[in-house]
């Protein structure tokens, strides 16, 4: 089994910033990929950014392409989401996910292991 925690989240005015972070531990060897996904209320939850757990390949949505980045670092076994310019569609609570297989990575349905969510909210 893998776990994950989320922090980081919180509130931020329009134009500012925010990290999460994804703490990971558990089979951490059975990992390929980790993802970044959000949901805001009423919508289904969407793929924000991934990366894989043993190389530098990253991929985004490209509504936050330009203003997040996703990185690792396996010595803490944590992934991170940084978020710029913020803006009020960027509200939602974001989850981070954990998969073993190595294709379909922007599907929810591609990642067995969930964290529980932090909210981010954003006020213009």
């Known amino acids: 089994q893998v776990q994950l925690v989320e922090s980081g989240g919180g509130s931020a005015q329009a134009g500012g910033s925010l990290r999460l972070s994804c703490v990971v531990s558990?089979?951490?060897?059975?990992?390929?990929?980790m993802g970044w996904f959000r949901q805001a209320p009423g919508k289904v939850r969407d793929f924000v950014a991934g990366?894989?757990?043993?190389?530098?390949?990253?991929y985004y949505a490209d509504s936050v392409k330009g203003r997040f980045t996703i990185s690792r670092d396996n010595t803490k076994n944590t992934v991170y989401l940084q978020m710029i310019s913020l803006n009020a569609e960027d509200t939602a609570i974001y989850y981070c996910?954990?998969?073993?297989?190595?294709?379909?990575?922007?599907?929810?349905?591609?990642?067995?292991?969930w964290g529980q969510g932090t909210q981010v909210t954003v006020s213009s």
């Open positions: 996910a954990a998969t073993s297989l190595n294709n379909f990575f922007r599907l929810p349905s591609t990642y067995p292991y």
């Open positions: 558990g089979r951490t060897f059975n990992i390929y990929a």
């Open positions: 990366i894989r757990w043993n190389g530098d390949y990253t």
